[in-house]
């Protein structure tokens, strides 16, 4: 899978099981129906993996979106993710994002001229189900579902 | 003085194991084991669920493998339904499998072993993983990580899931493949060769500096077994399964899922929460075998694709009868990721591909109804019984690193009372056991269950780890 002629990246990861953990990948789903992203190539995955410098080595411009325990519920943030200095010894099946550039940096020369982290304070983990027909789509609370209209603005300043 | 040695955990494997070494007091190896730690209990959980869902549930006992566990899991309830699936449902499964034996087997190479094989079991540990292969041979870690989005991106394009697809299930798949999907999976065929082909051109530049591992690294003869066809080449999700004696000789050919209770029992011991298959008549530990990709290809004539069949021809001369070592296992996953991609690319070029017939339906025909297909790892069998409204009321799942364990201890046992003398070891000596391991590939997180009483060693600990209880059951 290649990028064609999109150098716009935006990579959503999270579990849609785990409540708020899915966060990003709703936001992702909100974007690619925005006719703001038509030009920006939308990714999900459960975790940063290994492969996904593939993509980013094609990348001039990515955002990570992902949930946040580090700020309140709700709340949107965004800062720039440089490619980490040392990357982690024991690699498992997933990398932080700054790891993820630098290992892309190693494996193919180059890494996106600019990359953000894009987060959604999250305020429960917990597994959740949806209803009928949407059962496996997980339940945002409701602090996080609000954010999601503020988090598509800011990622769109971003891909312009 | 007697004295243990534990790794604890032991790593670049899927899943949390460890091993403990026994020396006695001459500093000389007694004994050696590997250790599953954990225990999940699926086929518990799954009594009283309806047949159709096992698939999708029994797809989540493992991250690495799903397919071959939804696989297996559909062709159990389809010998509960009676039924046979069209065949282009068949083809498609088939690749779906075929993808990700490539995706696992490249994690297993480029991520898992190659640390050890490219820099050396005695290499800086602060740079013996991917990362560190990736700075010293960028273009294997190019090819690794091309190699696992090859066989990830095409479990996506037909599955439209990476990891547990929900695609498969009990009568075929649920929905036919189109012809844009098939243009882009064939437009990614000869990337993938020339990737493999790299593989191996380094594993064979290598290779001969690994003659002392390759000498104790599980090197003993056993039996053997996995799936073949009827003209004796490699097969992953039907065919019947074959076993064969250290000398090569077919002992039992032709074993379907119905008859592999018949053929294959299930021992414990007290030290593991993985099980240890053994073939009946010879009881255990005597009739212990191997299975994966080592194992498939002691058992086949032939691959049946060009390319796969020369790089077999390569790999025979390793050995005139069955192919010993488990060193070589890295080896045997080169030659079945040819294989996979060429036949792919074959599956693809079926004029039936895109047929829209993928689905049979039926209900509970039967009570009981078992299937098996190849994991990465190895044969994997699940065996369900129903009741009359098709919920479960007993399962069990035969998994490919138990079908190993026995030979995965007896690995690590020799290669341990090899290298450590008189008490001393180091850390490289403590790398080469555990990549005895490595050479397995085992998911321990598909392997654990328990069979009877499950064994249990309760520790209890103080802050400064020492251990104020214990409980052993």
């Excluded at chain 2, 696989?71 to 389809?78: N, R």
Aim: hydrophobic share 45%.
């Amino acid at each position: 899978m290649h990028l064609e002629t999109k150098s716009k990246l935006l990579l959503a990861c999270g579990n849609p099981l785990c409540g708020d953990d899915g966060v990003g990948w709703k936001i992702a789903e909100a974007a690619e129906q925005d006719p703001g992203f038509a030009d920006v190539k939308v990714v999900v995955a459960q975790q940063f993996t290994p492969e996904l410098s593939e993509l980013l080595g094609e990348a001039e411009v990515v955002a990570f979106v992902d949930a946040s325990i580090s700020v309140e519920p709700g709340v949107v943030s965004s800062f720039t993710v440089a490619a980490a200095q040392e990357v982690p010894q024991a690699l498992t099946h997933h990398l932080p994002p700054a790891s993820l550039l630098a290992l892309t940096g190693y494996l193919y020369g180059r890494i996106p001229g600019r990359a953000y982290a894009v987060t959604v304070g999250a305020s429960s983990f917990e597994l959740s189900f949806g209803v009928e027909e949407r059962l496996l789509d997980g339940v945002l609370s409701e602090a996080v579902r609000d954010a999601i209209p503020a988090a598509v603005a800011l990622l769109r300043e971003i891909f312009v | 003085m007697s004295q243990t040695i534990t790794i604890d955990p032991v790593t670049r494997l899927e899943g949390h194991g460890k091993i403990s070494i026994q020396l006695n007091d001459q500093g000389e190896v007694e004994g050696a084991h590997f250790h599953v730690t954990q225990v999940r209990g699926f086929e518990r959980f799954a009594q009283g669920r309806p047949f159709y869902e096992m698939p999708s549930l029994m797809a989540r006992v493992c991250g690495i493998c799903p397919v071959s566990h939804l696989i297996a899991s559909a062709k159990a309830c389809e010998a509960v339904m009676s039924v046979r699936i069209p065949h282009t449902a068949a083809q498609l499964r088939r690749m779906l499998n075929l993808a990700q034996m490539v995706q696992s087997h490249a994690l297993s190479f480029f991520y898992l072993a190659s640390p050890d094989l490219l820099l050396g079991m005695e290499s800086d540990p602060k740079m013996r993983h991917i990362l560190g292969v990736v700075a010293a041979k960028p273009e294997l870690g190019r090819a690794g990580v091309a190699l696992r989005r090859f066989g990830q991106h095409i479990i996506e394009l037909l599955g439209n899931k990476r990891i547990h697809p929900g695609w498969v299930i009990p009568g075929g798949v649920t929905e036919p493949l189109t012809s844009a999907k098939r243009d882009e999976i064939l437009a990614m065929i000869p990337e993938a060769h020339k990737n493999v082909k790299l593989a191996l051109t380094a594993y064979r530049q290598i290779a001969d500096g690994f003659r002392e591992e390759i000498e104790v690294f599980g090197n003993f003869p056993s039996y053997s077994m996995g799936l073949i066809n009827e003209d004796g080449s490699i097969e992953f999700t039907d065919g019947a399964l074959r076993l064969i004696d250290p000398l090569g000789e077919i002992v039992e050919d032709g074993i379907t899922a119905t008859r592999f209770t018949e053929v294959i029992g299930e021992a414990v011991e007290p030290y593991s929460y993985t099980k240890f298959p053994y073939y009946k008549p010879l009881g255990y530990p005597e009739g212990s075998y191997r299975v994966g990709p080592l194992a498939r290809l002691n058992i086949v004539q032939s691959m049946g694709t060009p390319k796969a069949d020369k790089a077999f021809a390569e790999f025979k001369l390793l050995s005139k009868g069955p192919v010993e070592s488990s060193f070589y296992y890295h080896h045997a996953r080169l030659v079945e990721m040819i294989y996979g991609i060429e036949k792919i690319e074959e599956i693809l070029s079926d004029p039936k591909i895109l047929d829209t017939h993928v689905r049979a339906a039926a209900g509970v025909n039967r009570f009981e109804g078992a299937g098996v297909a190849e994991a990465p790892r190895g044969t994997l069998m699940h065996h369900y019984k129903v009741d009359e409204n098709g919920l479960i009321t007993w399962a069990n799942l035969i998994i490919a690193t138990g079908q190993n364990n026995h030979a995965m201890n007896k690995g690590i046992f020799q290669a341990a009372r090899h290298y450590i003398k008189d008490g001393k070891f180091t850390e490289g000596i403590l790398n080469r056991v555990e990549a005895v391991a490595r050479t397995f590939d085992p998911c321990l997180s598909c392997s654990t269950h328990a069979l009877g009483q499950m064994p249990l060693w309760l520790e209890l600990k103080a802050a400064d780890g020492r251990v104020l209880a214990e409980v052993h059951r």
